[in-house]
Nanobody
Framework: VQLQASGGGLVQPGGSLRLSCAAS????????MSWYRQAPGNQRELVAT???????NYADSVKGRFTISRDNAKNTVYLQINSLKPEDTAVYYC??????????????WGQGTQVTVSS
């Protein structure tokens, strides 16, 4: 199983980006899908989570600006990021709890995609 993240880039303050993360491989089902971020010198922090039941949760710092969504048919999670601030600059990682065809539930991480907010 692999998670492939994409969509990062350089954007001006106030701008928007849409991150995508697609899971592929021997997938039986996916539970939680999340986005984390890690800025230089900081610990990795949870940004947003989408459960298999459709419940979403957000860090206080991104509420109202970030929206997580998922397409279960495509095994893909998205993060729409609006009103970007310089403090949103970080490497963004996707995460998924995936049950594979051998019936085991494991944690998987994407490779990270850089988001830089600067004028």
């Amino acid at each position: 199983v692999q998670l492939q993240a994409s969509g990062g880039g350089l954007v001006q303050p106030g701008g928007s980006l849409r991150l995508s993360c697609a899971a592929s491989g021997s997938i039986l089902g996916i539970n939680n899908m999340s986005w984390y971020r890690q800025a230089p010198g900081n610990q990795r922090e949870l940004v947003a989570t989408s459960t298999s039941g459709g419940i979403t949760n957000y860090a206080d710092s991104v509420k109202g600006r970030f929206t997580i969504s998922r397409d279960n048919a495509k095994n893909t999670v998205y993060l729409q990021i609006n009103s970007l601030k310089p403090e949103d600059t970080a490497v963004y990682y996707c995460y998924a709890a995936i049950r594979t065809t051998d019936m085991r539930l494991r944690d998987y991480w994407g490779q990270g995609t850089q988001v830089t907010v600067s004028s």
